[in-house]
Each structure stands twice: as structure tokens, then as C-alpha cells.
């Protein structure tokens, strides 16, 4: 996803829009390894003044306690799984049985009579997958065309879970059983299955994914996209050296500790949506769309959240039937997937991918071309070019990105959609070329690289790993082999404008924020009651912080790490008005004007004589109201340059290459995200991130079986996620990046934060251990022993 | 999950009587809860034997070891006279699972587990193991990168239970009794391989219930090990295990047991790997050589050749580990 396309729903790099009264302030500009610097910009009068470096100020910056802490770890914070309504139903949904096939009849009369069942639902249409160009191909059926098991078919509500999971089995559906693939090198023959009868295209989410709507399709391959930049054949021609390589990835699935899952209580006055999702405001429209309400009678409500990693936008099947649910029973209905269901919602494309860089001697790059094959199953967005693209200065580009069809669950937006898995092949390549042209990987990065966080980023690498004692590839003895390597990832500054908020002060002093946004666990609450605490001069934790529910002004969706660079500002903006409207409605009482109010150290003191300080509840005890309040919408951008952020992550493991076990015994990162608003936060963010990627790299991949069309491994037990005995050692470095952009210059860490970066890492250090690359993931015994050389791989994807 | 009647006993007597028509024996319920729950196993009745005391205890003897089957993993692993003498069963109880599922499974359960295989613990998919009239093993030709990869002609399921290992090379046994009496069957007549019972797994007759397990007295010099490999260390199922008992008369290994968990549908020996220990000084070399041999037979699967090379390394690295030789291997599981 490069920046000039990127197109996250709804989501734009916003630029300055027409004239409005502007004054020029000077913001703090830079990182502070390199020298800070002043950037001049043009802002909208009512913008609060330029924030000074983290180092000035009192609450933001600093590491600080997560908000809901407590809340989450005694229990008392309650997710949409945890939800209890009076008279609350339980639902569980049916699925296919079979992976491609038409529906000849459901038979729901044997589910409706056990006793307990209060409403049977059967889904009209499928959400979150590709849709035929020519909806007719599908041919006249009631029922929506079964493209892989585990597809929803309907759900069953009763007055407790065990009778909703009894039922579901008794509802009988009839097939008429299609040829099916689940795989995607199958699933690229001429004569294979055709998964869609026609051409098909799939629509991102908020978090991005989908695939283009204006490429070609042959069979179930749907591409090129082409992205072509100079000449290839120009660049590859001027070329000292070239690297070739092939590389491929498996899929990963989502795996939310929480399921997807809704409670609806469907009202005739509104509709309440309890949803584990990470757009309140795509809930809310969604369901407009499908129930043809209008959004004002619609309440989402997301309080707490249990991990949506960019599958969980809008209402899906599981909101769409809870509510037909609810409204057919007359009753509130809660319906989580199971863990099975969970594993089959949502996943990350896998990828093969082919990569040619051509490059000067001294390591300047003349051509990239990359051809990447990727399966999102019955959807699309298996795209991978965004870092080939996107990282380096490299004049001559050309990337061909296909999906391919399969019989499976679909693909949906995954922590950096297209990343990980590009990020695996290319920067992989790059190394492959620094060992031919002779060069540290570091010093080659350095050469080609422009970005300057990533500059100071690879000297902290130098300055606070092993690097330096690096050996060479191979060089120990023995069956068990060390090696370092890096990797380094690019993410992209999104902002999403329906980014509101209110702040209320209160004649008691207190104070309150109010936003429909929605915190995934990455910390929102926490860095929004920092913002408002530094205005107000109030401890975050005094902050009362309302948010995750569209009751309130709009919030931006969480995807693409657009929340704290779209919403944060908004925040300040409030705060800072708020506060001006409060000085203006007191100052009379305290004998002075508003301008002479400020605060300072938590207190309100009068600037021309220190010496008068009130309590911010002296103060608001003063209004002549109960209530003063501001409200604030996202203000442009303050400049229209793109930015992109990055990270370079040291990896230190050790490879058994008898058992072909990786032991990953140490991981460096060096991040950037703006100004960081909590590092406790943003490092907190930057661990999971990079375990997610060891995870990835390591553990982590969906099997189908050919046979069948199952996914065998729709479990917890043989869908391996990394557990507390595969943590290495982390540390993380944060660097100030002082961008100007906003009233905060504050950013998402989600996707930059390892999980884009690790694999590629863990493949360079592997190499380095060994001699050997590793072209595949997951680096599982079987794949490493293979990749050795120890064993003859059978089956190749 | 199906409805069932659930009684509770107190005694064996209380137990035995209400074995029979669809009754499950269930301990820790550790493996049997999950398979109940994923509709793979009915059972019209559940006898909980959780709280009969005289299933439990661990005593140490001249003559051996002598457990309850309801001793629990950590029980068993923390016993500091089975550290002792009889390392490889604390290992592999100390080994399995989490500690979380250590402190509820039994020794009893552990043993008694159904088999590793996707196919078979798919609700959706018949197979000839299910009985459900299907002659098919899917995993001959289908995923089996975790199957067996000896004896899987018939059915290429592996059995999970890590004490079932130490347990055979130490020449346990395993007392059964029923209504009509007691019976020590040794585990090394336990288990029923596919060939004999593709249904079965053990020799456990309905009506019978483990009243407990046996391990006579090491000789003299005996030294025994059990490491379990995975593809992660946390909680994950052995891809390759080894369990080693060698009686040492100095450098020199007197007798050995090599035995393979996941390799077979079920726990076996390795004649080979023990014909090359036997009378020979343990040395590396010679631990290779008795994993190689161990692995002559092998017949591989489609994706599983790599557990090949994995048996090899696990009763070489296993061997030396039971003679002294090495360091407990940290690319094993916990």
C-alpha cells in the first residue's frame, strides 16, 4: 500500500483545507539525536499554541500507568463477550459443512421445537467476502453460494448457550456439492475449480485490505495489480549486480483472544450494538446500510476490547445476524463465535513471491520488480509491494500483485496488511544482496535508505546490540549455530477526520472526554486522559475518559495506527478550548481577564502576578454555570508532505540444526511513531508486535486439507501461537520523531511495531547462523530441517 | 456436547459397579471433557473416580514403585525418590502439558488418552478409527506432518501420553480390575497397535478400571532419561520423544531400553537402537549410531520425513543425557 494509493475507507492525508484565518507558529521539528530544529506552519487561529519536546512537559511523554489497568486485570472491565442484558438470548451461527456448493434447502423446523429456542435466522447475503461483477452467474437461489466450509449459513437463539449449540446442529441443510480448491498453486491452474463463475472483487475494510476492483481475472486468478515506476529493463541493464529470489508465506489467522461477537438489543426507538470492533462509527454504518436505518436511531457501543488485529470493522455476519436475531425474538441476543469460527472469520493471505533487485557496486539500487501470488481465500488483498515499494530510493520499480481464489475462509485486513509477508521476501533480498556485493547489511541499508528516523534508528542498532561482533555466515561449529540480523519495516501516516470529541469541565473541577473512538488495548484511554491532564495541568488518572460509544461525537476507526494521530489532536484541541472557555467565564470573578490565566504546575495562576495560584477547582468553582464544554473535530493536517514511519529490529538467535529449532534468544527494536504520547504504551505495543512476529515467523499457519476443504488446525492446540517460553529477551528503543503535523505530532504504533519487521529479522539472522536462507515460514522443525537440506520436502507449496 | 449421567464414587467397589452400558471412567477429565466437547465421544455415563482415595498415593519400596493411578503429573514429577531412580518418569510427567494441566491430569488419564490425530478429533470427518463405518485413514495421504512414521500402514494416528514412554522401558505394569478380579497386564502388552484393533487403543476391557501402576526396582546402575521435542516449548505435543533406561557397569552400558513415543500409533521399543547400547561403551558415537538404527525402519508420510532426522537427534541427545553425558537439550519441550 504505497501512500500515493493508499486508500483506507474513509481515510485521507489530509491537507489544509480552503481559506480560513491561519497565524504562523513554530513548532518543535526533528529528532534530537540529529539536533532538534523549528518548522514554521501555518494553523487555524483557534489551534492551541506549538507543544514544546516531551522533555518540558508534565504528563505527556512520560511512561505512565495504562488507564483501565486495574479495570481489565481485577476483572471489573467488561467486554462485549461479558455483556449480560436482562432477558439476554444466546445465539450460536451454523455454518457449511461442504467448501463450494449451492444450498438446495435448510431445514430449521427441528432447531425451532427444542424447547428454549426462541429464533432461527437464515442468512440472505454474505459480508466480508468478494462479490461477482455479474451477481447473476451465481444462478436463482434463495441462498447465498456456499465458497468454503465454515461460511455462515445462520444462527439459532435461545435462553442459554448449550440449548443455542444444541439446536444449531439440528438445523438441517441440504447441498449440491460443487469441485472445490483450497489450494492456491491448484488454485492457479487453467483446469482447476473455479471458486467465483465470474470475476470477482473485494471492497477493504476500515482497516484497509480488499484488493482493486479494476484488474483482470483468469480462472481464480484475479491481477495484476501493476505499479510500475521508470524503466526495470533500463534499471536491471545499468546493474552491477542482480539478486533473484523466491519466497513464501503461509497464512495466519487473526486469533482474537476475544471471538468476533455482538449483542444486539433491537428496539423500535434504537438499536444498541454491543460490538467487539475496532470502529464504533463502522458499526453504526454498516448497520444503516443493511437494516435501512437511519445512523441516529443506531448505538454502538464498545467499552472494552479483546484484540481485533484490523479483522473486526463493521457489522459482518455475526452483527447482522445477532440483530435479525434480536429483532425476530423480541430480546436482546449475544452471539461470539466460537474458537473454530474464529480461526475461519478472518486471516492474513499467504504469499509467494518472486523479487528481482539490481544494484550499483556501491549498493545504490537500480531496479526492483516483484511478482507476488497471495491467497485471501474467497476475498482479496494478498498483495505484498508496500515495502519494495516504499522503503528505499530506487528509480526504476515494477510490482505485479495477484490474488488467487481458494476455497477458504476469506482474507481480511491483518496489523499491517501485505507487510509482514513483503517485508519477509524483500528485505530478505536486501540482504541477500548486501552478502553479494560484500557489504554490512547495515551499511548497505544506509546507502539506500532516505528516511532519516530509520537513520538514527540503525545507529542505536550499532550502538546497543552485538552487531558488531557478528560473524560470519555459518562459521560455528557444531550442531547448534548463532547469528544477528535486522530488518526494517515502512508504515504510513493515515488520518482519519472523523476524528471528534467533547470535553466537559465541571463546577466540582472535574473533567471529562467524550469520543465515540474505540480503544483496542493499545492504550487510547490512557495517551486521551494525558492530553487532557497536560491542558489542565490534572493527573490522566483524575481524567474521567468516556469513549466507545457513538453517544458521543464521532470516532475515528481503528485501523491502519490511525487513531492516536487522528484523534489525539482533536483531544487537545477540546481540552485547550475547554479550558479557554473556562478562564474567559471565571476570570471576572477572580479580577482579571481571561489572557492572564494560566496553568502551570497543576494550579491556575495569574501570568503577571505568580503569586495568585487557585486549584483548578478554586477555579471552576467560579463558573457561573455547572457545566462549561468544548467540542472539536480534527483539524488538517498542517502540511501536505506524506509521511511514512519505520523501525529497524536486531534479532540474536540460535538455530539446532539437528532439531530444527530456532531459539530467538534476543530482540533490539528501534521505533518511531511521532511523538510518543505513553512510551509505556508504545513500547507495550512494540513487544506484542514483535512477539506476534516471532509467532508468525515461527509457529503460526493455517493447514487445510485438500480432501476436504477443512481447516484441520482450527484450534489452539495445533494452531500454534507463541507462548511465555518462546519470549526472548526485548528491548526497545523509542525515538522522537517531531513532525509538525498536528497539535500533538502524536502516531499509531500498531503496525510498525515488529510484527512487519520479525520474520524478515529471524530469516537474516538464520542466514547468518547458517549460511543457509530460509525461503519459507513458518521456520517450523519440518521447514528448517528441509531448508538444511536434512530431509527431502515433499510437498511444496 | 451430549447429555450424560454423571455419578460420583468413593470407593472401587462403587466405581466397578457402575461401569458398563455407555459408562466413561473419568479422572482429571483433563482429555476426555475435550473430546466430549468437540462431539467425538458420547458417553450416556461418567463415573468420576476423582474422589477415591485409595487410587491415589505414591510409595517407594525394595521392590519398586508403586502409584496410584490418580497420582497427578506434578505429583509425580516433584516425588523427589522417582527424581531419583526413575528420572525418565518425572521427566516425562514433568514435561507434559502445562503446570496447570499437570496439577489436575492423572497418571491413570495420562495413559489412557485417545490418540493424536486432526482427522480423528474432526467432528466433520470419518474415518476407520471413528467405527463409524468409514475404511479411510486420511492422513495416509492427506496432512501428516505430525503422524507416525513407523507402523502406519493401518492408521497413522500417534498416542500422546509422554509417561506411557519411561513406563514401557522400565517394565511397568499396569493393574486392571473388574468385577470378576485383578489382572497385571506389563505395558509393553498394553497397548493395541491398528493392526490388532484399529478401535482400541489399550487392552482395557469395559468394566475394568486402572487400580494402579507398578515400576519394579531399577538394577543397580540404572540411569534413565525422557525428552520430548515440539515445535514450541510452551504447551505444545511432542513431534519426537525418547525415553532411555541404561544399566551402567561404569562406561559400560549393561543393558538398554530405547523407546519412541509419537514415532508408531503406539509407544514402542526400539530392539535396533537397544542392540547397538547393549555391551557398548556410550559415547557419542555410539548414541547416533543407536538413534540411526532406530530409524532404519522408518517409513515416512508425505511430510513427515523430517521426524525422521528429529527421532534421530532426540534418542542420540536422550542417550547421552541418561549416561551424564549432556546437558538436558534446550531445543526440548520445558
Given at each position: ?797 | ?14 466405581a466397578l459397579?457402575?461401569l458398563g452400558?455407555?459408562a466413561t471412567v473419568?479422572a482429571?477429565?483433563?482429555d476426555l ?8 465421544v ?7 473416580i ?17 502409584l496410584?493411578p ?36 492423572t497418571l491413570g488419564g495420562n495413559i489412557m488418552q485417545r490418540p ?13 478409527k471413528?467405527g ?19 507402523n502406519?500402514?493401518t492408521c497413522?494416528m500417534v498416542h500422546p501420553s509422554?509417561t506411557a514412554v519411561?513406563l514401557l522401558g522400565m517394565d511397568a505394569q499396569v493393574e486392571l480390575t473388574s468385577k470378576r478380579g485383578k489382572r497385571m497386564v506389563l505395558m509393553s502388552n498394553f497397548y493395541v497397535p491398528p493392526e490388532k484393533s484399529v478401535i482400541n487403543e489399550t487392552v482395557v476391557q469395559p468394566g475394568e478400571l486402572i487400580t494402579g501402576i507398578f515400576v ?43 523407546v519412541?513415543g509419537?514415532?508408531a500409533p503406539t509407544p514402542i521399543r ?65
Amino acid at each position: 500500500m504505497a501512500p500515493e494509493t493508499a486508500t483506507l475507507e474513509g481515510q485521507q492525508v489530509a491537507a489544509t483545507p480552503a481559506k480560513q484565518p491561519t497565524r504562523t507558529d513554530n513548532f518543535v521539528f526533528g529528532i534530537p539525536q540529529d539536533g532538534l530544529q523549528t518548522k514554521q506552519r501555518e494553523v487555524p487561529l483557534d489551534e492551541p499554541p506549538p507543544l514544546p519536546p516531551n522533555s518540558e512537559l508534565t504528563y505527556i511523554g512520560k511512561p505512565t500507568q495504562r488507564y483501565d489497568g486495574p479495570a481489565k486485570a481485577t476483572g471489573k472491565g467488561k467486554y462485549t463477550a461479558d455483556v449480560q442484558l436482562p432477558g439476554m438470548l444466546y445465539a450460536r451461527m451454523v455454518d457449511a459443512t461442504i467448501p463450494h456448493g449451492h444450498i438446495m434447502s435448510i431445514d430449521t423446523s427441528a432447531a425451532e421445537k427444542l424447547p428454549g429456542v426462541r429464533a432461527v435466522y437464515v442468512i440472505e447475503h454474505v459480508y466480508g467476502v468478494a462479490e461477482l461483477r455479474n451477481p447473476k452467474l451465481d444462478g436463482p437461489s434463495r441462498y447465498p453460494t456456499i465458497r468454503y466450509a465454515g461460511q455462515p449459513i445462520a444462527g439459532v437463539a435461545a435462553t442459554t448457550q448449550q440449548i443455542a449449540d444444541d439446536a444449531a446442529k439440528l438445523v438441517k441443510v441440504r447441498y449440491d456439492a460443487k469441485p472445490f480448491v483450497v489450494d492456491r498453486t491448484e488454485a492457479r491452474a487453467t483446469d482447476a475449480p473455479a471458486v467465483f463463475p465470474g470475476p470477482a472483487d473485494e471492497a477493504g475494510s476500515a482497516g484497509g485490505g480488499g484488493g482493486p476492483a479494476d484488474v483482470p481475472q483468469k480462472g481464480n486468478v484475479h491481477g495484476p495489480e501493476r505499479r510500475k515506476r521508470g524503466d526495470t529493463a533500463k534499471g536491471f541493464a545499468e546493474a552491477d549486480v542482480l539478486v533473484e529470489s523466491e519466497y513464501f508465506t503461509q497464512v495466519q489467522t487473526h486469533s482474537a483472544l476475544e471471538t468476533h461477537g455482538f449483542v444486539v438489543d433491537w428496539k423500535p426507538d434504537e438499536v444498541t450494538v454491543y460490538a467487539s470492533t475496532q470502529g464504533t462509527s463502522s458499526v453504526r454504518s454498516e448497520f444503516a446500510d443493511v437494516f435501512k436505518l437511519p445512523k441516529s436511531k443506531i448505538r454502538v457501543i464498545t467499552e472494552y476490547m479483546g484484540g481485533g488485529f484490523g479483522a473486526k470493522f463493521g457489522a459482518g455476519n455475526e452483527g447482522v445476524v445477532a440483530a435479525n436475531l434480536s429483532r425476530k425474538a423480541n430480546a436482546p441476543v449475544k452471539l461470539m463465535l466460537d474458537r473454530r469460527q474464529e480461526h475461519i472469520v478472518s486471516n492474513r493471505p499467504d504469499s509467494h513471491q518472486m523479487l528481482k533487485i539490481g544494484a550499483k557496486s556501491d549498493g545504490t539500487l537500480t531496479a526492483i520488480q516483484l511478482t507476488s501470488y497471495g491467497t485471501a481465500g474467497v476475498g482479496t488483498g494478498a498483495g505484498t509491494a508496500g515495502p519494495a515499494t516504499n522503503m528505499y530510493k530506487c528509480p526504476n520499480l515494477l510490482t505485479d500483485e495477484y490474488d488467487v481464489f481458494t476455497n477458504a475462509g476469506p482474507g481480511a485486513a491483518f496489523r499491517a496488511p501485505g507487510h509482514p509477508q513483503g517485508c519477509f521476501a524483500f528485505e530478505q533480498t536486501i540482504d541477500e544482496l548486501a552478502v553479494k556485493l560484500n557489504m554490512d547489511p547495515l551499511a548497505l541499508r544506509e546507502k539506500i535508505d532516505e528516511s532519516p528516523a530509520r537513520k538514527v534508528e540503525r545507529q542505536l542498532i550499532l550502538e546497543r546490540t552485538n552487531w558488531r561482533n557478528r560473524k560470519s555466515a555459518g562459521s560455528d561449529p557444531g550442531p547448534i549455530k548463532h547469528g544477528m540480523g535486522i530488518a526494517q519495516s515502512v508504515w504510513y501516516r493515515f488520518v482519519n477526520m472523523d476524528s471528534s470529541c467533547e470535553v466537559r469541565v465541571l463546577r466540582d473541577g472535574s473533567v471529562e472526554l467524550m469520543s465515540a473512538v474505540q480503544d483496542l488495548g493499545g492504550g487510547t484511554k490512557t495517551i486521551l486522559a494525558q492530553i487532557v491532564g497536560e491542558e489542565f495541568g490534572m493527573a490522566p488518572a483524575n481524567v474521567v475518559i468516556r469513549i466507545g460509544d457513538t453517544r458521543y461525537p464521532i470516532g475515528p476507526d481503528s485501523g491502519g495506527s490511525v487513531t492516536a494521530g487522528s484523534i489525539t489532536p482533536a483531544v487537545r484541541d477540546a481540552a485547550y478550548q475547554a479550558k479557554g472557555k473556562l478562564f474567559a467565564a471565571v476570570a471576572p470573578a477572580l479580577g482579571t481577564t481571561a489572557d492572564n490565566l494560566a496553568t502551570q504546575n497543576g494550579r491556575v495562576v495569574f501570568k503577571n502576578d505568580p503569586s495568585k495560584s487557585y486549584s483548578l477547582r478554586q477555579v471552576t468553582a467560579k463558573l457561573p454555570t455547572d457545566e462549561i464544554s468544548a467540542r472539536a473535530t480534527r483539524v488538517a493536517e498542517y502540511s501536505k508532505d506524506r509521511l511514512t514511519y519505520g523501525g529497524v529490529d536486531f534479532v540474536e538467535l540460535a538455530v539446532d540444526t539437528e532439531t530444527g529449532r530456532i531459539h530467538v534468544e534476543k530482540v533490539f527494536g528501534a521505533h518511531d511513531c511521532g511523538r510518543p504520547i505513553n512510551p509505556t504504551g508504545v513500547i507495550s505495543q512494540i513487544n506484542g508486535g514483535m512477539l506476534q512476529g516471532i509467532s508468525y515467523a515461527l509457529f503460526e499457519q493455517r493447514i487445510m486439507d485438500d480432501k476436504s476443504g477443512y481447516m484441520l488446525n482450527a484450534n489452539l492446540e495445533n494452531y500454534k501461537i507463541l507462548g511465555a517460553r518462546e519470549v526472548p529477551e526485548i528491548e526497545v528503543a523509542l525515538i522522537e520523531n517531531y513532525i509538525a503535523m498536528s497539535s500533538t505530532d502524536a502516531a499509531g504504533i500498531g503496525e510498525s511495531a515488529g510484527i512487519i519487521t520479525l520474520a524478515a529479522a529471524i530469516g537474516n539472522a538464520f542466514y547468518n547462523a547458517t549460511g543457509v536462507r530460509m525461503r519459507r515460514i513458518p521456520m517450523t522443525p519440518a521447514n528448517v530441517l528441509a531448508g538444511l537440506g536434512k530431509v527431502q520436502r515433499e510437498v511444496m507449496a | 456436547m451430549n447429555k450424560f449421567a454423571f455419578v460420583d464414587c468413593k470407593t472401587v467397589d462403587e466405581a466397578l459397579g457402575q461401569l458398563g452400558d455407555g459408562a466413561t471412567v473419568k479422572a482429571g477429565g483433563i482429555d476426555l471433557l475435550d473430546l466430549m466437547k468437540d462431539d467425538i465421544v458420547f458417553p450416556a455415563k461418567l463415573v468420576n473416580i476423582r474422589n477415591v482415595d485409595s487410587l491415589r498415593g505414591i510409595t517407594v519400596s525394595a521392590d519398586g514403585l508403586q502409584l496410584g493411578p490418580l497420582s497427578t503429573l506434578s505429583e509425580i514429577a516433584d516425588h523427589p525418590e522417582i527424581q531419583r531412580s526413575y528420572s525418565a518418569l518425572s521427566d516425562a510427567a514433568g514435561h507434559a502439558a502445562t503446570p496447570q494441566v499437570r496439577n489436575m491430569a492423572t497418571l491413570g488419564g495420562n495413559i489412557m488418552q485417545r490418540p493424536r490425530c486432526w482427522y480423528f478429533r474432526s467432528t466433520d470427518v470419518d474415518c476407520k478409527k471413528k467405527g463409524g463405518g468409514s475404511d479411510e485413514c486420511h492422513a495416509q495421504a492427506g496432512e501428516n506432518q505430525y503422524h507416525a512414521i513407523m507402523n502406519n500402514s493401518t492408521c497413522a494416528m500417534v498416542h500422546p501420553s509422554s509417561t506411557a514412554v519411561p513406563l514401557l522401558g522400565m517394565d511397568a505394569q499396569v493393574e486392571l480390575t473388574s468385577k470378576r478380579g485383578k489382572r497385571m497386564v506389563l505395558m509393553s502388552n498394553f497397548y493395541v497397535p491398528p493392526e490388532k484393533s484399529v478401535i482400541n487403543e489399550t487392552v482395557v476391557q469395559p468394566g475394568e478400571l486402572i487400580t494402579g501402576i507398578f515400576v519394579p526396582a531399577p538394577a543397580p546402575g540404572t540411569r534413565s532419561a525422557y525428552q520430548k521435542y515440539g515445535e514450541k516449548e510452551s504447551f505444545d505435543w511432542p513431534i519426537a520423544d525418547a525415553g532411555v533406561v541404561l544399566v551402567m557397569d561404569g562406561a559400560l552400558c549393561r543393558k538398554a531400553s530405547v523407546v519412541l513415543g509419537v514415532a508408531a500409533p503406539t509407544p514402542i521399543r526400539s530392539k535396533a537402537a537397544e542392540a547397538v547400547l547393549t555391551g557398548k561403551t556410550i559415547d557419542e558415537a555410539t548414541a547416533r549410531a543407536a538413534g540411526k538404527a532406530a530409524m532404519q525402519d522408518a517409513t515416512p508420510l508425505s511430510q513427515n520425513g523430517y521426524k525422521v532426522q528429529l527421532f534421530q537427534t532426540a534418542i542420540y541427545r536422550t542417550v547421552l543425557l541418561a549416561a551424564g553425558q549432556m546437558q538436558r537439550d534446550p531445543s526440548a519441550i520445558g
